[in-house]
């Protein structure tokens, strides 16, 4: 499985991002995709997620502002960011997910908010 993420990039507080995640097969084999994020020196923090029913999940300091979807006949993953601040700033890693605990993950992109 490979996740190819694109869309980063630095902005100023206020603006907005759409992040793509492009799966290297059918997202629907999947029971969740989305996206984490880690800044320096912090845990890596879920930031949205998507089931294979459509059912969205995100965390908690996000969710007014970023929203999470899909698109099947090009097996990608999107994450539109609006509003963003400095403190959303972190690399942002596409994951793929059966049950639990098996993942697959992009290599990072990082999303810089200068205030």
């Known amino acids: 499985v490979q996740l190819v993420e694109s869309g980063g990039g630095s902005v100023q507080a206020g603006e907005s991002l759409r992040l793509s995640c492009a799966a290297s097969?059918?997202?629907?084999?999947?029971?969740?995709m989305g996206w984490f994020r880690q800044a320096p020196g912090k845990q890596r923090e879920l930031v949205a997620e998507?089931?294979?029913?459509?059912?969205?999940d995100y965390g908690g300091s996000v969710k007014d502002r970023f929203s999470i979807s899909r698109d099947h006949s090009v097996n990608t993953v999107y994450l539109q960011m609006n509003n963003l601040k400095p403190e959303d700033s972190a690399v942002y890693y596409c994951?793929?997910?059966?049950?639990?605990?098996?993942?697959?993950w992009g290599q990072g992109t990082q999303v810089t908010v200068s205030s």
């Open positions: 097969e059918n997202i629907f084999n999947f029971n969740a």
């Open positions: 994951h793929a997910r059966i049950l639990s605990n098996r993942y697959w």
């Open positions: 998507i089931n294979v029913g459509g059912r969205k």
